[in-house]
């Protein structure tokens, strides 16, 4: 299996952004910049695997300062073209040990990112790594998929996850390691496809709820997307904040979005 710097190269950078569409349209990334920029509460802002800056140059344009933790130079030179080190700072290495200067009121990681890390212990210290950012009482976010084993047929290895013209999504379980690989077809003209795949390390939302614990967070809310919506038992996807426990604040499992 490919590691993370070569999945995240040269060529998937160039690719990585859908200007106005599918994680980049509107509807998506206006409600997530728009909840990040109530939980940063006037502070500065750190986002691990910051990528392209697809949430973090908005995020900025809206007055949060922003600084990037990224493991992949070649999405940092796309962010480059958007926005220079003075406007959005960027540390390279990996996120579960790499320290940024300075201290935070929010940490967050979007968009499945924490499943990239492939053990659960790399996990965990990404949990730490971001409580050590954190000034007293900041908060760290989390986007994230739900598990869809309940329409994973027994003796059956994978799902396909989406479907449309010119693309497939297909995803292939190991369920007795917790991993599954996402598999990106898109086809061209006749026989023409390109594929590309990920792997993944799933979560579910009570062991991610302890891995904060083990950090020092508490959970303070859960919802089912960035607008808000009810998390119910058939959510496909979670936005979880936690907050960092101290003698002043304790947060709750069920707040309102500040």
């Known amino acids: 299996m490919a590691d993370e710097q070569q999945i995240w190269d040269a060529d998937t950078a160039q690719r990585y952004d859908t200007p106005g569409t599918g994680m980049f349209a509107p509807d998506v990334l206006g409600p997530t910049v728009d909840r990040l920029v109530a939980l940063a509460d006037g502070g500065a802002a750190l986002e691990l ?16 300062p922003v ?18 080190e003075a406007t959005i700072p960027v540390v390279m290495g ?8 300075g201290r935070f009121s929010l940490v967050y990681l979007v968009f499945n990112t924490i499943s990239n890390l492939l053990t659960q212990a790399e996990q965990v210290e990404c949990f730490r790594n971001a409580a050590r950012h954190l000034a007293p009482g900041g908060r760290f976010v989390i986007e994230l998929w739900v598990p869809q084993l309940r329409v994973l047929p027994p003796g059956v290895g994978a799902t396909v996850w989406h479907e449309e013209p010119g693309y497939l999504g297909i995803d292939t379980y190991d369920v007795l390691e917790q991993r599954l690989v996402s598999h990106h077809v898109r086809f061209g003209e006749g026989s023409d496809a390109q594929l590309f795949r990920s792997p993944h390390r799933y979560v579910w939302p009570a062991e991610l709820d302890l891995m904060g614990q083990l950090a020092g967070f508490g959970l ?3 919802h089912a997307d960035w607008s808000g919506a009810a998390f119910t038992a058939g959510s496909t996807s979670h936005v979880s904040v936690y907050r960092l426990l101290d003698e002043e604040r304790t947060p709750s499992r069920t707040g309102p979005l500040p």
């Not at 392209?52 to 007055?63: D, F, I, K």
């Not at 999405?75 to 958007?82: A, G, P």
């Open 49 to 64: 695997a910051i990528g392209t800056g697809r949430v973090a140059v908005p995020l900025a344009g809206r007055g949060v």
């Open 67 to 84: 600084t990037g933790i990224e493991l992949s130079q070649p999405m940092v030179d796309v962010l480059r073209t958007k926005v220079d």
């Open 94 to 101: 990996d996120m579960t040990t790499v320290r940024a200067p």
């Open 220 to 222: 303070e809310s859960r």
